[in-house]
């Protein structure tokens, strides 16, 4: 049980390329979420799925995009790539039942990107 | 305004009790505590909730006060392993704010050997 994995660990892009983001989870939950960390600061909501066919906006989407290609994966896109974006970002994912559920995330190790 | 409020760093002696404590003096009748840690290079980590009454598991211990304005994340014996950056989290029990939790700042843990 692997739990949620972020594809890659690390990635140095440059100004204006793209790339994306992978997470998968095998813990059969319904809700997937991406968050940015930048240093020092403590996490940001970038896009959430609540259930697999649907996602939302959160804090900061700006310059992402995301799609629930099932159930268990969840992938964040850079379609051009700025310093600001770089950070740390993790995936998480919850059971989806009553909302008090989907406040008991679990996250994935990260992936660290740096935009030059 | 999910805001809470935290000291930015406290520090602790190994096998010593810990005593994190939160300000929420805004919160809702609906909004639980959710507090989560995140180890150096780590995801965060779920920790406890609660609602209204002290709450226990295997990993911490939550008291929250009569008035819900503050609660304290209690580790009974820190160990080298709990050093971590502690996040104190208002989550709303209501629809609209499904899954969104807000990370503040903090208060970063260091325990001493």
């Known amino acids: 049980n692997a739990g949620v994995t972020q594809t890659p660990k690390f990635q140095v892009l440059k100004t204006g390329q793209s790339m994306t983001l992978q997470c998968a989870q095998d813990m059969n939950h319904n809700s997937m979420y991406w968050y940015r960390q930048d240093p020092g600061m403590g996490l940001r909501l970038i896009y959430y799925?609540?259930?697999?066919?649907?996602?939302d906006k959160g804090e900061v989407p700006n310059g992402y995009n995301v799609s629930r290609l099932n159930k268990r994966e969840f992938s964040l896109r850079l379609e051009s790539a700025a310093p600001s974006q770089t950070s740390v970002y993790f995936c998480?994912?919850?059971?989806?039942?009553?909302?008090?559920?989907?406040?008991?995330?679990?996250f994935g190790p990260g992936t660290r990107l740096t935009v030059t | 305004d999910a805001k809470t409020t935290q000291p930015n760093s406290m520090e602790s002696n190994e096998e010593e009790p810990v005593h994190l404590p939160c300000n929420h003096s805004t919160i809702s009748g609906t909004d639980y505590i959710h507090w989560y840690r995140q180890l150096p290079s780590q995801g965060p980590e779920y920790v406890i909730h609660g609602l209204t009454s002290n709450v226990n598991n295997r990993m911490a211990s939550l008291a929250i006060a009569e008035d819900r304005k503050s609660s304290t994340l209690i580790l009974h014996r820190a160990t080298l392993r709990d050093a971590a950056v502690y996040y104190c989290?208002?989550?709303?029990?209501?629809?609209?704010?499904?899954?969104?939790?807000?990370f503040g700042q903090g208060t970063i843990l260091t325990v001493h050997p």
């Open positions: 799925s609540a259930s697999e066919g649907t996602t």
């Open positions: 989290i208002r989550g709303n029990a209501g629809g609209t704010s499904y899954g969104k939790l807000t």
């Open positions: 998480a994912s919850s059971v989806k039942g009553q909302v008090i559920t989907s406040y008991e995330q679990y």
